[in-house]
């Protein structure tokens, strides 16, 4: 059953290569949407494919009418990048956004939509529990980088590699992807809601029957390093200098103890000219005060950045706080 709250849905579908989905997926979403009470339309981003994908978008379009609108990158950006352009361009208070293989099927929208709305949420992720991929080239590399990804970031979900998610635009549109981040998007929104305001919702999960994968085991190398930079800007996008900090302070101690040791042999008249324990006490105060004067800098630029950038530490949810509101809401005597 579909929610009865207002809203107007945007459907965001990247895809590379996969002119032979593109017509089933359309009349899919047709099929499942073509009774949904509310306003919706359909973001096909063409991610600079080399085959037909964008022709046949464009006879989609033809047939089914302006509300299949037609996204063209210049070149192939990945798959992130394509995401954030339909993003961008969608016009709806809710985006859900999905892959372009038939894999993820758009029966769930309406129920996820539902249930965001209803329960007051800002991201309904998709679960493939019963996943149907290559068990060594898919599952196990998405179970490692799942449980890396729950681990590091503290946000809790079973499967972030699902590309059918549904959120309130105002909050997606908040954040910006770059790289192959589509994966944290969770995560990120973390740092911008609170995260039990994200949920989960077990979805339906196909068989690819047309097109070639474009994910191998390769990317699992790529999560570990996309990890590493989600858990800094989670963790110290405001404050940088603290994590520069700890680690200069950690050698830089670990260091001047190794060097009193040095010392303390050094009075009791043993050399000390060469032992690598004295260079070693020297390369760490050195690098120690190194990482201390980047943690400076880096404070200096994440200033730099929030205040060009015109943003704040903080968001505020409620509009009704909002200082546009100064007419209103005044104790008077």
């Known amino acids: 059953m579909t929610t009865t709250t207002d809203h107007r849905l945007s459907l965001v579908i990247p895809m590379y290569n996969e002119q032979d989905n593109v017509m089933p997926m359309l009349a899919r979403v047709h099929e499942v949407l073509g009774s949904y009470p509310m306003p919706w339309e359909v973001l096909l981003v063409n991610d600079g494919s080399s085959d037909a994908t964008l022709a046949t978008m464009r006879e989609g379009q033809a047939q089914y009418g302006e509300h299949v609108r037609v996204v063209e990158l210049r070149r192939n950006f990945g798959q992130t990048a394509a995401m954030q352009a339909g993003i961008d361009l969608a016009r709806g208070d809710v985006i859900a956004t999905l892959d372009g293989d038939l894999q993820n099927d758009p029966i ?3 129920r996820m939509v539902n249930r965001l709305l209803d329960e007051d949420l800002d991201l309904v992720s998709g679960w493939r529990k019963n996943r149907q991929d290559a068990v060594i080239m898919r599952k196990i590399p998405s179970r490692i980088a799942n449980k890396l990804i729950r681990k590091i970031t503290g946000v809790h979900l079973h499967d972030y590699g699902c590309s059918l998610k549904v959120f309130r635009a105002e909050v997606v549109k908040s954040i910006r992807l770059y790289g192959e981040m589509h994966r944290f998007i969770p995560a990120w929104l973390a740092t911008y809601t609170a995260p039990n305001r994200i949920a989960e919702e077990v979805v339906s999960h196909h068989a690819r029957t047309h097109g070639v994968s474009k994910y191998g085991i390769s990317r ?14 989670m963790r110290f996008s405001a404050r940088p200098g603290h994590f520069f900090g700890m680690v ?3 050698l830089g101690g670990l260091g001047g103890v190794l060097m009193s040791y040095m010392l303390v042999l050094k009075l ?10 004295f260079f070693t006490s020297i390369l760490l105060i050195l690098v120690g005060v190194q990482m201390l004067t980047t943690g ?3 404070e200096m630029v994440s200033r730099v950045y929030f205040e060009s950038q015109e943003r704040k530490s903080y968001i505020v949810r409620n509009k009704d706080a909002s200082p546009e509101n100064d007419d209103v809401a005044w104790k008077n005597a």
């Open 268 to 277: 009791f008249g043993e050399s000390i000219g060469t032992r690598p324990l």
């Open 220 to 233: 699992t190398f790529r999560v570990i390093i996309d990890l590493l930079v989600v858990f800094f800007f």
């Open 248 to 250: 200069g302070l950690g």
């Open 108 to 110: 769930d929208i309406p």
């Open 296 to 298: 400076v800098l880096a």
